[in-house]
């Protein structure tokens, strides 16, 4: 039976699509990570109250890190870290050595120098510091310097009046549209128990360039002619055009959690891995996708990528 389609000015929600690719992801049955790799993320043994400002911290500062022609890649102890894993095994390292780093007074007077220092040649460093600052200057004035206090003062609802989301808005890192930083740090910290949400139905996928890929490679969105040529010729997409494009890709994914009965934390977990190390943007390798049989990419052969959006600090 055919469902009926739905959208906005870029494209529409397939859900014939979204269906076919449910049925696929509750056959994977995606579980949850805990986020304890030392490489990244802080001991469970250490203070609670350092691990919620190391999680709001580092989700602040996660968004786009690899430029054309401005790669953020580095060596450490003769391993490679690219994009995200560099980030976040920076962020482990600087815990390691100074773990008052992340307490909001120091990240309150943080200066761009200081973020330069510790996460070298990011394209925008700068910003970087300041979305740190506001983070430790309003927890601080706002929550009496305990991001484990602004946390709990959810009563562990994601949303509603008080819950996660409403209070992440307070803070200028998290005010993307489509809320990914929002949903990233909500998964991290009922992944790891810092706070254990009740009303995990309402949770979101955190959508980036990759969930965004997946999505229009698999067909779950499609996109207006218009748009499409926008993609395929790699013309800018403006930011109301970024949030329509990516609020359809949330609810896409959002709808094959429903239907999978997957849960969006850990849906969000197999399908950011997917897009990294299978569904990447050159020559991804379709041998080793479990959604392949469902995918409209891999049946004409044409691997668009994502649309281009890259100056922000959304995602």
């Given amino acids: 039976m055919r469902i009926s389609y739905v959208g906005n000015d870029v494209g529409w929600v397939n859900y014939d699509k979204v269906i076919e690719v449910a049925d696929l992801v509750s056959g994977i049955r995606p579980v949850q990570d805990?986020?304890?790799?030392?490489?990244?993320?802080?001991?469970?043994?250490?203070?609670?109250?350092?691990?919620?400002?190391?999680?709001?911290?580092?989700?602040?500062?996660?968004?786009r890190l690899n430029l054309p022609g401005h790669p953020y890649e580095a060596l450490i102890n003769g391993k490679s870290y690219v994009g995200s894993d560099l980030l976040w095994k920076l962020g482990a390292e600087k815990l390691k050595n100074d773990e008052s780093f992340f307490t909001p007074s120091r990240l309150?007077?943080?200066?761009p120098s200081d973020v330069k220092d510790w996460l070298g040649d990011v394209w925008d460093y700068g910003v970087r510091a300041f979305l740190l600052s506001d983070l430790g200057v309003k927890i601080t004035s706002l929550f009496n310097s305990s991001t484990l206090s602004a946390l709990r003062s959810t009563g562990g609802r994601l949303l509603g009046a008080g819950g996660l989301v409403e209070l992440m808005r307070n803070f200028t890192a998290y005010t993307d549209p489509v809320e990914k930083k929002t949903y990233l740090l909500a998964k991290f910290i009922h992944g790891r128990g810092i706070i254990r949400f009740t009303d995990i139905n309402n949770a979101q996928v955190a959508?980036?360039?990759?969930?965004?890929?997946?999505?229009?490679?698999?067909?779950?969105?499609?996109?207006?002619?218009?748009?499409?040529?926008?993609?395929?010729?790699g013309i800018p997409f403006t930011p109301k055009d970024d949030v329509n494009l990516r609020s359809l890709v949330r609810d896409s994914w959002k709808i094959v959690s429903m239907y999978s009965h997957t849960d969006a934390f850990s849906l969000d977990d197999y399908l950011w891995n997917l897009g990294r190390s299978v569904c990447i943007r050159d020559k991804p390798n379709c041998g080793k996708c479990q959604l392949r049989k469902a995918c409209n990419a891999y049946k004409s052969g044409s691997f668009i990528n994502e649309h281009v959006f890259y100056s922000t600090f959304w995602y």
């Fill in 207 to 233: 959508v980036d360039n990759h969930l965004t890929r997946v999505a229009i490679r698999l067909g779950l969105v499609e996109l207006n002619q218009r748009f499409m040529n926008m993609v395929t010729s």
């Fill in 34 to 63: 805990n986020y304890v790799n030392p490489d990244y993320y802080p001991s469970v043994e250490l203070d609670l109250e350092i691990q919620a400002t190391y999680f709001m911290a580092m989700v602040a500062i996660d968004h």
């Fill in 108 to 111: 309150a007077n943080l200066k």
